[in-house]
């Protein structure tokens, strides 16, 4: 009675089981990263969008995919996305956001899921169905979730929504080792867990058997210098 996975295994295990009742096709096909890009790249031959602009060529089919899916993992719009990430490609602003909707709307029309979908999915689905939120949480006793610090804040949220008010969750993780804010990871999510869990109790484990001294005192005297943690 063990149900352990990724996030993403997780959520399409669960969306799957628990479709009908979602409004969900439990036969929905997940697509990867190099399906979107080729979608996103029939789309935008099909919708003639691939001009160059102030000599600068569309982006190709790979880096519009990192667009899309840096903004679902990152909550920006596509405008905020580039400015922030994708700068070069401001002047393609309103052909990258009509590429979007006309991916999502292909997604929906071909029953796809991409990784991306299986996180907002299950998210939006725990936040607005009472009925869903409740039988997840009656059929998992107890939440363990590992790497705490390399969570997103869709992630964060399916965890509050799964365990909010109850006491049957342990995150473990170090937000000194943060590795993937490239995909939305947020380190902030651990250091604010006893905010959202007040009554949680922090363990910590302070001796390193993996390292030598010398690693760790480079190590700790680069993280004194962090301004949050």
């Given at each position: ?138 059929r998992i006793r107890y939440v363990l979730v590992?790497?705490?610090q390399d969570t997103n804040n869709v992630q ?19 937000d000194a080792q943060s590795i993937y804010s ?48």
């Amino acid at each position: 009675n063990v149900m352990g996975g990724t996030f993403h295994s997780f959520s399409n295990t669960v969306i799957r089981q628990y479709g009908k009742l979602l409004g969900i096709p439990s036969n929905f096909t997940i697509i990867d990263d190099a399906d979107a890009a080729d979608i996103l790249d029939l789309l935008k031959i099909e919708m003639k969008l691939s001009k160059k602009k102030d000599e600068k060529p569309f982006p190709n089919k790979d880096t519009v995919q990192d667009i899309m899916s840096k903004a679902r993992n990152h909550e920006l719009s596509i405008a905020d996305t580039l400015v922030r990430y994708f700068d070069k490609y401001v002047p393609f602003l309103t052909e990258l956001e009509l590429l979007n909707r006309a991916y999502e709307a292909y997604k929906k029309a071909s029953n796809l899921m991409d990784y991306d979908d299986l996180m907002s999915v299950l998210r939006d689905k725990l936040r607005d169905n009472e009925v869903f939120r409740n039988k997840l949480r009656e059929r998992i006793r107890y939440v363990l979730v590992d790497e705490y610090q390399d969570t997103n804040n869709v992630q964060r949220e399916i965890v509050e929504l799964l365990c909010k008010g109850q006491t049957n969750i342990t995150v473990v993780g170090d937000d000194a080792q943060s590795i993937y804010s490239f995909r939305g990871a947020n380190f902030e999510n651990i250091l604010r867990f006893p905010v959202s869990f007040p009554d949680c109790r922090v363990v910590k484990i302070e001796k390193n058997y993996r390292s030598g001294q010398g690693i760790l005192d480079f190590a700790n005297s680069v993280i004194e210098n962090a301004k949050i943690g």
